[in-house]
């Protein structure tokens, strides 16, 4: 398994402001792995953070809008700019590890844009 | 067409109760499946990998059927505990979640 910690844990956040959200692995990984997660909805893939490369972006995901850092091993943030109530989600971050290659999953951020 | 669809339920069972649940997926070339659980306002965490042998962890089975693309969750002897949403997860060229589906175990 993998510890990882993630913070804030939730936050209330207004229109128009920006937020980051930091994940640190209890050991070093290649990849680390930002989701969101809307109410009601699945899983989506944001980005895959590489540490020393630029993220890569999913279809309907840009960096302006969710940039992305990656400066060693074992820690990343996302910061979601400019919010609107549209982003209210659970943003939770993730690595691959295993003998399967399973993800496992920081507790998650609640993020409401009000 | 999603690459993964799950029935979203929910599926409300009494204790004892065997239930299951059913996945597709439409990459025939997908390469790893999985099981999650995730309990209200938590991170989803893994429940068991599916071979294609199936597979077997005390009350829960998994079992893929590569033809025809699907894979399945089998909880016997329900417990109030097993109330969740599972979520099924296909693998191809990443990680790809059902929407999950709620089951609730009623006393």
């Known amino acids: 398994s993998a510890v990882i910690s993630q913070k804030p844990s939730r936050d209330i956040c207004q229109r128009g402001t920006s937020l980051t959200i930091q994940c640190q692995v209890d050991?070093?990984?290649?990849?680390m792995f930002w989701y969101r997660q809307q109410p009601g909805q699945s899983l989506t893939l944001i980005a895959t953070?590489?540490?020393?490369?630029?993220?890569?972006?999913e279809s309907g995901f840009v960096i302006d809008k969710f940039p992305i850092s990656r400066p060693n091993l074992t820690f990343s943030t996302l910061t979601v700019s400019n919010m609107s109530p549209e982003d209210s989600s659970i943003y939770l971050c993730?690595?691959?590890?295993?003998?399967?290659?399973?993800?496992?999953f920081g507790e998650g951020s609640r993020l409401t844009v009000l | 067409r999603k690459e993964v669809e799950q029935d979203p339920g929910p599926f409300n069972v009494p204790e004892g109760a065997t239930v299951a649940f059913n996945c597709t997926y439409s990459n025939s070339a997908s390469q790893s499946f999985f099981w999650y659980r995730q309990d209200c306002r938590k991170e989803p965490k893994l429940l068991m990998s599916v071979y294609s042998s199936g597979n077997e962890d005390g009350r829960f089975t998994a079992q893929l059927n590569r033809a025809s693309q699907y894979i399945s969750l089998l909880i016997r002897d329900s417990k109030l505990s097993d109330s969740a949403t599972y979520l099924c997860?296909?693998?191809?060229?990443?990680?790809?979640f059902g929407t999950g589906t709620s089951l609730t175990v009623i006393p």
């Open positions: 997860v296909v693998v191809g060229n990443q990680f790809y």
């Open positions: 993730s690595v691959a590890r295993g003998r399967a290659g399973e993800l496992f």
């Open positions: 953070a590489n540490q020393g490369s630029e993220a890569t972006y």
């Open positions: 050991s070093q990984v290649t990849m």
